[in-house]
């Protein structure tokens, strides 16, 4: 069994553990269907990114960026999102922002920018070529907004439908439950050599900022300041 594939299917345990004690702590908000759904996204949008580990040539040409897998992965989920239990809006894939979401979520997206301005101060950027400033001002923004603060957000959120305010807005296990797999996805991996591995502050950087563009889908009820927040942060490094 490819490691990639043991990999996600360990992180989907992590998933479905967590889920069921949560669910089973609050059965009357808990949907096992939308779980086992939440999970088989996960599977689905790894098998894209990864050519369905390795099983599909590559069409487009081979090059340091992932390009034919996040093309993939962006048109699985744009055609989960077409589903009638998902829906276009609910997904988050509308323009059309929330009366009144301007002026807070102007101020979270100045948090996640600052965010990464910290990180690239820390951690130190660099010079890039062309095509990695194209595809970290489009690719990981839209493909991966619209999966994890889209699709997947909105299965968790019916999974658990429970809800507590903070700041204005109804946070929910789906959110915490998106933000982590949204993190291990960077963080977490298998190799037949090494076997599991977890990278704690590559966990910490990502979930953090999958909060915040949480926040941000969560509110305005769209996906369009997420996505600009995303390839906005992925491209600070690049300039500074």
């Not at 699709?151 to 305010?165: D, G, H, V």
Request: aromatic residues 10%; neutral net charge; charged residues 10%.
């Amino acid at each position: 069994m490819p490691d990639a594939v043991i990999s996600v299917l360990a992180i989907c345990g992590i998933v479905l553990a967590l889920g069921l004690a949560l669910g089973l702590a609050d059965r009357r908000n808990f949907s096992l269907g939308w779980l086992l759904v939440s999970v088989g996204l996960i599977v689905l949008n790894d098998a894209m990114l990864t050519r369905v580990w390795g099983t599909i040539p590559w069409v487009l040409p081979e090059s340091d960026w992932n390009w034919q897998g996040k093309l993939m992965a962006l048109a699985a989920s744009l055609l989960v999102a077409s589903l009638a239990a998902f829906g276009w809006k609910q997904s988050g894939l509308t323009l059309r922002q929330a009366k009144g979401s301007l002026g807070p979520s102007v101020f979270v997206l100045g948090l996640y920018l600052a965010f990464f301005v910290v990180i690239a101060l820390v951690f130190g950027g660099g010079k890039a070529s062309a095509e990695t400033v194209a595809f970290q001002l489009t690719m990981p923004g839209i493909e991966e907004e619209i999966f994890y603060r889209g699709i997947l957000l909105l299965a968790l959120n019916e999974a658990f439908r429970s809800r507590t305010r903070f700041a204005g807005i109804g946070w929910g296990w789906g959110a915490l439950l998106s933000s982590l797999v949204f993190g291990l996805a960077h963080a977490f991996s298998y190799s037949a050599a090494d076997g599991f591995a977890l990278e704690p502050i590559y966990l910490a950087l990502t979930a953090v900022p999958s909060l915040l563009a949480v926040g941000l889908r969560e509110r305005t009820g769209s996906l369009l300041l997420p996505i600009l927040a995303h390839n906005g942060g992925n491209a600070i490094p690049l300039l500074v």
